[in-house]
Nanobody
Framework: QVQLVESGGGLVQPGGSLRLSCAASGSIFKINAMGWYRQAPGKGRFMVATITGGGSTEYADSVKGRFTISRDNPKNAAYLQMNSLKPEDTAVYYC??????????????WGQGTQVTVSS
């Protein structure tokens, strides 16, 4: 049993910053890749940033230079530092992790999401 919990969302003005956190708990043997995805109203869920177990990162073009993903392996946690926020960043942000449990089965898990609203 694995659970991902996001935190750090909220209301921020354009140009402001937020830092999202994701903590994984449960029957975890190893976490491989982790990532952040977002879904705006009426839209699909799209990748924002990902990070491998070795620390390699990828970003959506729309957030490059503004967002930074990081992780803390001993804490089974991932973070998303969001700077220079724009109204189009408004969405529910979801944490995702590829996790192997003690049965050696690997699969993707999703958090429940945290709302980020960028507005004046």
């Amino acid at each position: 049993q694995v659970q991902l919990v996001e935190s750090g969302g909220g209301l921020v003005q354009p140009g402001g910053s937020l830092r999202l956190s994701c903590a994984a708990s449960g029957s975890i043997f190893k976490i491989n890749a982790m990532g952040w995805y977002r879904q705006a109203p009426g839209k699909g869920r799209f990748m924002v940033a990902t990070i491998t177990g070795g620390g390699s990162t990828e970003y959506a073009d729309s957030v490059k230079g503004r967002f930074t993903i990081s992780r803390d392996n001993p804490k089974n946690a991932a973070y998303l530092q969001m700077n220079s926020l724009k109204p189009e960043d408004t969405a529910v942000y979801y944490c995702n992790a590829e996790i192997r449990d003690y049965s050696y089965q690997s699969r993707n898990y999703w958090g429940q999401g945290t709302q980020v609203t960028v507005s004046s």
